[in-house]
Structure formats: structure tokens, C-alpha cells
């Protein structure tokens, strides 16, 4: 869909006989000039973006063709992000297993949950009801839920700004309310429950982004809406200390090119801790999303338990979680968290997963079952919670620093590797060693992200590729390729058992990038087109689409 389509714009009708009109984010030295140069060829601004230094626009193609002659512009075709989910389970009893494998009961023994730390979810919103069931009741309530934005239709919805038309910043959709549930909410029901909060922060205050419509589909202009929301208002309700992007969209440029990559740059540099979901196209090599593209942020991928909680030996990653490396070399996921048939609120009679999937959710519990790396994403961001809680002076890069070094990664029963690294990372998110983790200066060696977002450097990970067998492998600082435990990736899946890994911090070494497209030995861009050429997809053309998968 155009752009104008996804988000309802005034005046978007076209009159007879002029050009048709795309969605398009123009990019300058700063907002006024993008705005300018969209103006003086006849475009309409749609939103200012300053996050990004630039703006979304209507063009036709022959206004974003003058554009495009510009040197000091870069013009992108808008395109459709989706979030990330799979195919829900019927329910019958959920199987509740993220909080105890992760250690997170423990830490709730010792009144560690989140609380002050306030959370930014960018999804498809959170149910709002005129008839609140405990759980909207939990997450709505105005001592937690400090604000709702609606990046679509531009709608806040704070103490200032109270809601003059229920329902004003809903989820339709499901997912967003999935998620948050995931992250925070405190008691889904005791019969399933026994009292025990289902979300894994159930402290934490809440922020609600709405990026994505009725269907799950958002564009660029509107998650660069919603980012720009959440950098310009990072201390106007406290401090933002961590985001929730359970969403992707195939990489289509490199990592520095993509206008929501350097959304989530700048947001990192703001002191904001980005945590993004691997994305569902897995496990072939390479499938990593925009933005858990990033090397700056916390990428993570979906194991798990089997439907055995009480049995770890059967526990691995799932088949469909998005491996790595990244196309400039950067090991991803950097963890995995629970992210199969994890239940959560979501309301049948209203909110379309749940409608369209009656059979997988249970009206009694209002609890809808899915698999994704949505939900390990979100399972994460209530871990840092817990970690920021703790510790209130960590830095983003000091949280994924120990949230890495204290990961467990699986081995086999032979003591090798079950997954290499560009499956598991560093391994399983242990909460509790997370919490009281001393590691540092762990994540994001040898990278800049000043010089990244100022476009002076642009780095590459130690990951390449064998020229003639098409393996995957990792060098170390020296450019030597390290052994086959578990740095070796011929493309296949690989499940093993247990867990057990220490060398969860090696591979965060940055290496500059040189000329722009070439990594040394293989890191040839072979996608087709970078996002700034005139050749990119038209805006109708779907970049990613929601991958559904069977129950893991």
C-alpha cells in the first residue's frame, strides 16, 4: 500500500489526470532542508522526521526522480514493515515457562521487577475497552501507562492530552497487546497462573507507540514517526530507558542506508537500550531483520522449551528464528530468549488475530498462544528492565555487554556446539546472572556509532564466508579463523541439547569498513540494489511480509 493508504491522509485523493503519488522519506543535512527540496519540486511532507534528518513525503515518480539528481539528498521509497508473530496454538493449559527457566522468579523473590523503569514498545498499539478485563485494567492503568502515541494518525494520549474519543489509540490488531503483555503485565489469571505475574517486568511503566494498523503492517514513515516520537520525548515522562521492536522488514541497503537503522543509531546514542526481534525468516544464513540488522543493538532469536518445561535436555533453538551473520559480517542474533508457544493477553472478540484464530485462544483466559521472535524480543526487553532497575547507570552498551557475557549457549551431547553463534549468539538471556553481571567493555568494541550516524565510518563484523564452500565462519582480531566449536555455519539447522557456552563476547570486535560495498574475502552485497538508487521497488512493493510457523 502507498503510504498515504496506510495512514489515512487528508487530502491523499489524487484530482483527475495528475501523477499517482508514493510514500517516500527524504533525507538532508537537516528536516527544514529536506522539507524545502520536497516542497520546491511539488511533493507533499507528510512528517517531519529530525531523528533521521529529513522527512516522509507524497512523490510522484518523476518529483522523487529531481530529488533523486540531488547530491546532497538521499530519497527512499517507502516501503511495508510488518510485525513479527507465527501461527498461534490452540490453548488448553499454557505453558507458562519463561520466568522460571530464566531465572526471573528468583529475582521477583527479591522484589527486583521493573519497577521505575519506564519501557517504550513500538507495535500495533494496546486494547482498549470500555469493559476492561484485570489484564487492560493492568496495563492501562495511569500510574503505569504514562503515555499512548498514535505515530499513524498523529494522536497523543497523556495526563495533558486525555482520550476525548474511546477508544483513541487501540490495538486492532492484537499483536502490540501480545507483546506488551509479555514485557509487563502482572496477573493474567490465577487459575493458570497461581498468582505468578505473567509479564516479566510487571513494575515497569509504560510507554505505547502505535506504528502498525489493523492488519500488522506499518511503512517506514510511520516507525520513523513513531522513533522520532520517542527521542524527542525520551525524558518528557521520565527517562525512556529501553524500546521494544518486535517488528522487521528484509534489509534492502546496508545497515547505515536504512532509514530505520539510523532511527535505532540515534536512539542508542541517546541512552535508549534497543532491543529488536531476529526476525522469523530463518535458518537460513543471512535472514536477519531491519533493524536487529543493527550491530549497535540487542538482536534477538527464539528458542524453545519443547513443551517439556521440566525437561532443559530437549530445549533449543527454533527452526524458523533468523540466523546469521548480518551482510556487513556482524554476528546475529546477539541471544536467544523464550519465543515458542509463549501465551499472552489478546481478545477474541475484537482484536483480529484472535478473531481470525478462534480456535487458539481461550475466551475464559483471554490468553492467545504464539511463537515468535516478537515475543523473545519482548521476554528481553522485561529482562533489561530488571537489569536498569538494578543498576540505573548502565549504559546500552554495558546492558547488552552483560547481557551477553552471562548468556548459556546450548552444546550437544558430544560437548560441542549444538548452534554456532550466527544461531544462539551468545547463548539463552539468563536473567538472573544478567542482573548481577560485573562484565564490561564487552559489546560493541572497535565500533563508533558517532562516526556511524555521521556517516564519516562504517563498520564490518568478523564474520566471512568461504569462497568455495560457502560456509560461514568467524576471524578474530587478527583476521585467523577460529575453530569449529560453534563458529562454522554451512547454512543447514542444527538442534542439539543443554546449554553451556563462555565465550559469549569474542566476536564484538568492529572492523572498519572499506569502499563502501566490499568486506575483504565475500561480503559482496547480492540483494540486487541499495535503497538510494533509482532503480529501488515502488512503495506498493511489500519489503517483508509476516512469516507464520508452526508451534516450536
Known sequence: MTMAACMGLPGAALAAG????????????????????????GGRVTHELPIVNGVSALLSTAEAARLRAASELEVFADAAVRTQGSQPLPVSTPDIYQRSMMGVNALAAMGITGKGVLVAIVDSGILQATKLTSLTHDLNNKNRMLAQYDAINNVLVDANHPCANFPCVNDDYGHGSHIT?????????????????????????????????????????SVLNGLNWILQNRTTYGAIRVVNMSFGAKPQSFYWNDPIDQAVMKLWQAGIVVVASAGNFGPKAQTIAVPGNTPYV????????????????????????????TYEGFIKPDVV?????LAAFMDQNVQVLATNHAQFASTDLNMFVMSGTSQAAAVTTGVVALMLQTNPTLTPDQVKCRLIASADAAIGAGGNAAYTVFQQGAGRVNAYAAVFSVAGNCANQGLNIAADIAGTKHFGGPA???????????????????GNQGYLWNNSFVKGQGYLWNNGYLWNNGYLWNNGYLWNNGYLWNNGYLWNQSSMAPASTPTAMESWNAQE
Open 337 to 341: 530468549a523464550p519465543g515458542g508457544h
Open 298 to 325: 540487542i538482536t534477538v532469536g527464539a528458542m524453545t522449551d519443547n513443551f517439556t518445561p521440566n525437561d532443559p535436555t530437549d530445549d533449543g533453538v527454533t527452526s524458523f528464528s533468523s540466523a546469521g551473520p
Open 181 to 221: 503483555s509479555l514485557i509487563a503485565s502482572v496477573n493474567m489469571t490465577d487459575a493458570v497462573l497461581k498468582g505468578e505475574p505473567q509479564g516479566i517486568a510487571p513494575n515497569a511503566q509504560l510507554i505505547n507507540v502505535k506504528a502498525f494498523d489493523g492488519n500488522g503492517s506499518a511503512t517506514y514513515a
Open 464 to 482: 566471512r564466508q568461504d569462497a568455495t564452500t560457502g560456509n560461514f565462519y568467524v576471524v578474530d582480531s587478527n583476521g585467523d579463523a577460529l
Open 18 to 41: 495528475a501523477a499517482p503519488r508514493s510514500g517516500y522519506i527524504v533525507e538532508a543535512a537537516d528536516t527544514h532542508s529536506a522539507a524545502r527540496a520536497v516542497q520546491r519540486v
